[in-house]
């Protein structure tokens, strides 16, 4: 089962915090989706307003085309995989998966069938009849994901499942996810505050600041060509380089640029570290000069480097280098950067 | 020496503990008349004698129905209060709090007097009924307290599961609630049956024809001193020990594992 979703024009205020801002989303049936943003940007406000755990203050919210702002949880297509898991530790893990199922009416017998069918989507066929407090994290959190998906919800809202694990599993569990995802074939909506996560696993990023959606797109398009100054720096490291409009184009400190500005004034030229390239540009390319090698530090698939440009020393620029031969601190480059790399955004008040 | 002392000092405190209870118990056996040494001998006669005796069997009766049912209504009460403060938001909710609270503060005399007022100007004649409101009154604080203390965030997302799996208020209550609090419920059942047991002035206050056994012990006291005094006070003590026992071996033993 799966649905769209619709938000509409959405706001809500906490007493005096505005805390969702003109939120306006449309989510396609069967898509996974992660709300990507810092602590208190929102967005597990607006998941709970998508699972009807709080009634937002204006604005509608539709799920396969029904209204469903003031319906409750219950009455929801939806069901919510909680931070904590909220497994019910007096119930084995069959009754746990089953109680959503119980609460539907379905016979014992039915039921517990179904239960064991969802354990073994998650790989716990062996382990209906144990108690959550004797399993792992990863395990607990699997559960959870059984029970939530039991219900044969059309919308499954997952609010930071992944939080309370280990780098090494979340990966792991991040792969399965997905693949689940893509079995049941129902629509994902998932919280996080983890950019690599929201990469690995999302067809669709929504990302999130103070109430406002920033920007909403595929994991590449949101990491090569951010909307915002802040959905590119949330997305991962970022050269920040100043810039401003002059009469007849654009003047960074390494030379006029052949862009278009989004403002006229000043400006925030961009560039990703791994987009900073040695040698000198070609044609479409910007040259930035010699640059002195600050320090190095090896990474295995890279060699992340701080250099200071001869065109700006008042400037520290972050380059992820090829690991194999890297230069010595103190040593000179030529640096270049590809005209498709660049972003421009009018600088921050 | 120092090594010693800490050890002294535990077996001094245990004996000042014990030692009166353990007179009592033994006294309890005495083959003879008076409950005081020399010990002339051991014998069950006196447990025989209380045993065989209508009234002290009548109020050992009244005393466990009066713990049992004034300890369920109790929790019943304690829990729901305890509920509603924990899982919503209400107007003055420190207040209610504190006055749910206040009562374990007042002395039992008092608390007592004021029924039986309350109880005289209501018209409400004495019975084991009055004497089973009282101990309501005074072990619903202590279930309010103890049950409001083990409501913690992690329930209430469980029960948030619960009404999002399309469980009604009364199933999540009933199959997610009580189920994870039944340690903290049953403790609290506990703790006010054996405060119940042992209660004596709200009772003496309370009760007119069907007395209590705390109260019907008084009575004997006043015919003076005898060993089936200390087999009822020995029975009395049992029953407090293995309301204990049940208690730790049915909640604490199983919140350990």
Not at chain 2, 190 to 209: M, P
Request: net charge neutral.
């Amino acid at each position: 089962m799966t649905a769209t979703v619709t938000v509409e024009a959405l706001d809500h205020w906490f007493g005096e915090l505005h805390a969702l801002k003109d939120i306006v989303l449309e989510i396609e049936a069967g898509e996974y989706v992660t709300l990507l943003g810092p602590s208190g940007c929102g967005k597990t406000t607006l998941l709970s307003i998508l699972g009807g755990f709080l009634d937002p203050s204006r604005g509608r919210v539709l799920i396969g085309g029904r209204d469903m702002t003031h319906v409750p949880p219950a009455k929801r297509p939806t069901t919510t995989m909680f931070q904590d898991y909220a497994l019910f530790p007096h119930m084995s893990l069959r009754d746990n998966v089953a109680f959503g199922l119980r609460m539907g009416g379905m016979a014992r017998r039915a039921r517990h069938a179904r239960a064991d069918e969802m354990l073994d989507l998650v790989g716990l066929a062996a382990d209906g009849s144990r108690r959550p407090h004797e399993l792992s994290g990863g395990q607990r959190q699997r559960v959870a994901l059984a029970r939530a998906l039991a219900v044969q919800p059309e919308v499954l809202l997952l609010d930071e499942p992944l939080g309370a694990l280990d780098l090494k599993l979340r990966r792991s569990m991040q792969d399965e996810l997905k693949a689940i995802q893509r079995r049941v074939g129902t629509t994902f909506v998932h919280v996080t505050h983890d950019q690599e996560e929201a990469m690995a696993i999302a067809d669709r990023i929504v990302v999130m600041n103070a109430g406002r959606i920033e920007d909403a797109g595929s994991p590449s398009r949101i990491y090569r060509r951010p909307a915002t100054l802040f959905a590119a720096g949330f997305m991962g490291e970022m050269n920040r380089i100043p810039a401003r409009t002059t009469g007849d184009g654009i003047e960074t400190p390494f030379g006029p640029l052949a862009m278009a500005a989004p403002v006229t004034g000043d400006l925030v030229l961009c560039l990703r570290p791994e987009a900073i390239l040695q040698g000198e540009g070609t044609a479409g390319t910007l040259d930035m000069g010699r640059a002195e090698v600050l320090d190095v530090a090896f990474f295995g698939t890279h060699c992340r480097a701080h250099l200071r440009p001869e065109a700006a020393p008042d400037l520290v620029l972050v380059a992820h280098l090829p690991p194999a031969d890297p230069p010595e601190a103190g040593k000179h480059l030529t640096l270049s950067a590809q005209a498709k790399d660049l972003t421009l955004y009018p600088k921050e008040a | 020496m120092m090594r010693l002392l800490p050890w002294l000092y535990l077996a001094a405190m245990f004996t000042f503990i014990y030692l009166p209870v353990g007179v009592l118990v033994l006294f309890s056996f005495q083959d003879g008349g008076l409950p005081v040494p020399p010990v002339e001998g051991l014998s069950l006669r006196w447990y025989a004698d209380i045993l065989t005796d209508r009234r002290l069997v009548d109020a050992l009766t009244n005393s466990l129905i009066v713990a049992i049912s004034s300890g369920a209504v109790a929790v019943v009460l304690g829990f729901c209060a305890a509920y509603a403060l924990a899982r919503h938001v209400l107007p003055g909710a420190a207040l209610l709090r504190g006055l749910l609270i206040a009562p374990l503060t007042v002395s039992y005399l008092i608390v007592g007097l004021g029924l039986l007022m309350v109880m005289n100007r209501l018209g409400i004649g004495l019975s084991l009924w009055t004497a089973g409101i009282g101990h309501v009154v005074i072990n619903l604080p202590i279930c309010f307290a103890i049950i409001y203390a083990s409501m913690g965030a992690q329930h209430k997302n469980a029960e948030r599961a619960a009404r999002d799996l399309g469980a009604n208020e009364a199933q999540v209550v009933l199959l997610v609630t009580v189920p994870m609090l039944a340690p903290a419920i049953l403790a609290a059942f506990f703790l006010s049956v054996t405060l119940s047991w042992d209660e004596f002035i709200i009772a003496f206050l309370l009760t007119r024809f069907d007395v209590t056994l705390p109260v019907e012990i008084w009575n004997l006291l006043r015919s003076g001193l005898s060993p089936r005094l200390n087999a009822v006070g020995s029975i009395v003590f049992l029953v407090s020990v293995t309301t204990v026992l049940v208690l730790e071996l049915l909640v604490f033993r199983r919140r350990r594992s």
